[in-house]
Nanobody, 126 residues
Framework: QVQLVESGGGLVQAGDSLKLSCAASGRIFTTLAMGWFRQAPGKEREFVAAVTRTGGQTYYADSLKGRFTMSRDNGKNTVALEMNSLKPEDTAVYYC???????????????????WGQGTQVTVSS
C-alpha cells in the first residue's frame, strides 16, 4: 500500500503563487511515477502534471504549461507542484497520485494511477 498526503492548499488571490507538496510512504519511492490532478466543483477530474520515476521527465496539461512546475525529491519521498499567476479558474481540489505499476503508458490518464491522496483545496479569489 502507498500512502499519499498532500499539503499546502489554501485561499489566495488571483496572481498569487502557491506550492503544494505530497509525501509518499509505503513503497520505494523511485518505483512510483507521480502525478497531480485537480477537480473543480461540477467538473471531471483533470490532469495537471506528472513526473517519471527518476524525475528526468515532466509532463503538463497544455493549458498549464509555463505557470505550473512539478518536481520530485527522491531523497525525501516527496513531489511538489509550484503554481504561479493563479487564476480563479484554478480553484479546485488538487490530488496527488502514484502509479505503482512497472511502466506508465499515459501519464496524463487518471486510470494509470492506483493510489490517490485525500486532496487539498486551492481557492483563488478574483
Amino acid at each position: 500500500q502507498v500512502q499519499l498526503v498532500e499539503s499546502g492548499g489554501g485561499l489566495v488571490q488571483a496572481g498569487d503563487s502557491l506550492k503544494l507538496s505530497c509525501a509518499a510512504s509505503g513503497r520505494i519511492f523511485t518505483t512510483l511515477a507521480m502525478g497531480w490532478f485537480r477537480q473543480a466543483p461540477g467538473k471531471e477530474r483533470e490532469f495537471v502534471a506528472a513526473v517519471t520515476r527518476t524525475g528526468g521527465q515532466t509532463y503538463y496539461a497544455d493549458s498549464l504549461k509555463g505557470r505550473f512546475t512539478m518536481s520530485r525529491d527522491n531523497g525525501k519521498n516527496t513531489v511538489a507542484l509550484e503554481m504561479n499567476s493563479l487564476k480563479p479558474e484554478d480553484t479546485a481540489v488538487y490530488y496527488c497520485a502514484a502509479d505503482a505499476t512497472r511502466r506508465t503508458v499515459d501519464a496524463s490518464s487518471a486510470d494509470e494511477y492506483n493510489y490517490w491522496g485525500q486532496g487539498t483545496q486551492v481557492t483563488v479569489s478574483s
